[in-house]
């Protein structure tokens, strides 16, 4: 089965989707390509059993209040909720209560940005490293551990691996001084996007996976094989690949991954190797009540986090306040997974409740064991499509999204999160910037007749 087309746009993500809505928008007909059989990428909204909200397996957040996504929220009709912030600490079997929760977030960030600074200019570091260097008394070493347990919460990042540098940049921005999620999950807006599309200009296509990209003088060809194993040839004037960074990263002959041919130019590959996917494994469960207001005669009734004790593999657990809600979402990220990795599902919903269990006391744990309706664990490594969570920038890796954000040979444009600046990295907001970005580059060479 063969095509034409103006623009193939390979990842049905929100990077992918955003730039398909821009293209359209101009005139050109885009041919979109998704390898899974659902849109939306590693922002993955399903509905449980007996959960009255939808349930995010990936990216939950708005984070801060990007333009992109506000405007696209409001284009069609949905409207965001501000999570709240009150945050309850297990320290020595009992929950305290963060008075001021962003406070040991700003020491952090203020120590970080101090250590990133005395790098020589022109260099970097790793984060462990360049704290090491300016940690000086008892309460910088604490104020470290906390920076550094950030790097692994937040990035889901290896501390020893991460780029000093470019997490004091990203931290530098707002995009944690406020958190907000859409009403209905993200998944309606990416259902609400391609209904939008008109299918006179956009072929969407699910379960096809592009496994091969060819450069020409006159354009791009792109091979695609379907779910039933017919294959696909769309030619193209140009084309944006916004597989996530672990699938550009795989090995070629591996399951899911595109071949460029030729192969992508040497600063880009270099690029490339400078970042890497954060690890995340990401536990929802779903229990018969809220079991947490129920304890301490109702004190952790408005508690939107709660954070285990040092050590625990799942450090946070968090609520879907204000939304009232049966769930509650563990978290573990960066080298905290470690211990999980080698766990089948039912062990690392097991060492959940372990956490849940040094965090609530043996009463909260058994209410919450008693309670339980329904678990799920999700680990984007094992998706072939996916292949890790949101990057994070390695030493060395500062400037390595704008470089894999240039367009190559004015036909190819690599976005998504991965090649987001403006400290937007990780984040939903991101990968829509990068998508409208490399679109409305190829709609100006479009206009020119290039």
Partial sequence: MSSICDVVVIGAGPAGLAATAV??????????????????????????????????????????????????????????VEATNTQFTARHGV???????????????????????????GTDESVAQALARVTTSESDRMTARSAEAMVAELDAGDPSRASVCAIAEEWAGD??????????????????????FDSRSVQLRTRTIATRLTRREDGIAVSASGLAGE????????????????????????????????ELPSDVRDALARLAPGHVYKVMLA???????????????????????????FRTLWTMLPTRSTLLCAWASGPN????????????????????DATFGPLGAKIARNELTWAHVHDWRRDPFAR???????????????????????????????TATNNEAGTIAGALRSGERAAREIASLSRLGR
């Fill in 23 to 80: 293209l359209a928008d101009e005139g050109l007909r885009v041919e979109l390509l998704e390898a899974r059989e659902r849109l939306g990428g590693r922002a993955y909204t399903i509905d449980a059993p007996g959960v009255s909200m939808p349930v995010e397996l990936g990216a939950e957040f708005i984070h801060g209040m990007p333009e992109v996504t506000s405007r696209l929220l409001r284009r069609f009709a949905i409207s965001r």
């Fill in 95 to 121: 929950l305290v209560a963060s008075d001021e929760p962003d406070e040991e977030s700003n020491s952090a960030k203020k120590l970080l940005a101090r250590a990133a600074a005395m790098v020589p200019m």
């Fill in 175 to 196: 995009i944690w001084t406020m958190l907000a999620r859409p009403v209905g999950g993200y998944g309606k807006l990416w259902k609400a996007l391609a209904e939008s």
């Fill in 231 to 262: 294959m696909h040839l769309i030619q193209a004037r140009y084309a944006i690949v916004t597989l996530p960074l672990g699938v550009l990263q795989a090995p070629a002959e591996s399951p899911g991954t595109l071949a460029f041919e030729p």
């Fill in 287 to 313: 229990f018969s009540t809220p079991f947490w207001e129920r304890l301490e005669e109702g004190r952790l009734r408005d508690a939107a986090e709660f954070r285990t004790p040092e050590g625990s593999a």
């Fill in 337 to 356: 997974t470690e211990p999980l990795q080698q766990l089948a599902e039912a062990e690392i919903i097991h060492a959940a409740f372990n956490d849940i």
């Fill in 388 to 418: 890790g969570a949101y990057s994070y920038s390695l030493t060395g890796g500062s400037d390595a999204r704008a470089t894999i954000a240039k367009a190559i040979d004015g036909r190819l444009w690599i976005a998504g999160e991965a």
